[in-house]
């Protein structure tokens, strides 16, 4: 018992210096890992989305850059065959960037776009036939970087995908799954906060730049009505925004100031006396 008790000791006392040997304790966002026997070159293992020596770097979303025009997306040709020349049968095995889902080797094109949208490094794909096989185009990536070690800019590497057959090596029926590049130039981005907004890599999050906004900084559509007084009575007969000067009507001051550019009254002003000045006029309509 008292070697038992030795032995657990001093196995607790090495895992626990192995865990101090990474930095920060891989700041949660991963683990500890030691490659070989001497525990001497221990290094974080970050979750997917981080990187950096002490996993302390949370990549950004990622999205299209709205302001390009006239892209595509992102095509691969998908072919299936038979060794014997026979009826493709079985199950295929796709996979991007280490992330995989299971198609049947007779595919139709619902199931073929379900189920690569399905990846959690795609965000949205389509199938359609062809005349050997299917094209299967990517319209949308995952816009959080599932896998910040490859991240591919919006144009991944056909390397980066996968097909094999599940079944096993030596079958004599099993199909042969080939792919190759369909569409690969003038793709839409995959660009950290859709190159309009800052990446703080301390919180994951974009900082967007003027007039963008959402997780991604993909949206620059600011057509919101900013206040809206509405009657809602249809017998309504009241004052729906009064403006009021305990002073006497005077010309020193303004009941409205409406102005663009930044630079106030330039656009209409109501003056205390009741004149108006609209764009383009000189003077107010005395």
Request: charged fraction near 20%; charge should be negative; hydrophobic fraction near 40%.
């Given at each position: 018992m008292g070697r038992r008790r030795a032995f657990a000791f001093?196995?607790?006392?090495?895992?626990?210096?192995?865990?101090?040997?990474?930095?920060?304790?891989?700041?949660?966002?991963?683990?500890?890992?030691?490659p070989d026997a001497t525990l001497s070159t221990s290094f974080c293992i970050c979750q997917p989305g981080v990187t950096g020596a002490a996993c302390e770097q949370i990549h950004c979303p990622r999205g299209d850059d709205p302001l390009t025009q006239n892209?595509?997306?992102?095509?691969?040709?998908?072919?299936?065959?038979?060794?014997?020349?026979?009826?493709?049968?079985?199950?295929?095995?796709?996979?991007?960037?280490?992330?995989?889902?299971?198609?049947?080797?007779?595919?139709?094109?619902?199931?073929?776009?379900?189920?690569?949208s399905s990846l959690p490094?795609?965000?949205?794909?389509?199938?359609?036939?062809?005349?050997?096989?299917?094209?299967?185009?990517?319209?949308?990536?995952?816009?959080?970087?599932?896998?910040?070690?490859?991240?591919?800019?919006?144009?991944?590497?056909?390397?980066?995908?996968?097909?094999?057959?599940?079944?096993?090596?030596?079958?004599?029926?099993?199909?042969?799954?080939t792919l190759k590049d369909a569409v690969a130039s003038n793709v839409r981005e995959h660009a950290p906060c859709s190159n309009h907004g800052d990446c703080d890599l301390a919180t994951g999050k974009c900082r967007c730049r003027a007039g963008w906004r959402r997780d991604a900084c993909?949206?620059?559509?600011?057509?919101?009505?900013?206040?809206?007084?509405?009657?809602?009575?249809?017998?309504?007969?009241?004052?729906?925004?009064?403006?009021?000067?305990?002073?006497?009507?005077?010309p020193d001051f303004h009941y409205l100031r409406v102005g663009a550019g930044g630079r106030g009254g330039d656009v209409l002003a109501v003056r205390g006396d009741g004149h108006i000045r609209a764009a383009g006029a000189a003077a107010f309509d005395d």
């Open positions: 001093v196995a607790v006392g090495l895992g626990a210096a192995v865990r101090a040997a990474c930095p920060a304790h891989c700041n949660f966002r991963g683990y500890c890992s030691a892209q595509v997306s992102r095509a691969i040709a998908l072919t299936v065959t038979a060794p014997t020349g026979g009826e493709v049968d079985g199950r295929l095995r796709f996979g991007f960037l280490g992330e995989s889902v299971l198609l049947p080797a007779v595919l139709d094109a619902a199931t073929c776009g379900r189920a690569i490094t795609v965000q949205k794909a389509s199938c359609s036939q062809t005349t050997d096989g299917w094209l299967v185009t990517f319209d949308e990536w995952a816009p959080a970087p599932v896998d910040a070690h490859a991240p591919h800019g919006g144009n991944p590497a056909l390397g980066t995908f996968e097909c094999e057959s599940t079944l096993p090596g030596d079958a004599w029926d099993v199909p042969q799954c993909d949206d620059n559509k600011d057509a919101d009505t900013l206040q809206l007084y509405r009657s809602e009575g249809p017998f309504y007969s009241g004052t729906i925004l009064g403006l009021e000067a305990k002073r006497a009507a005077s």
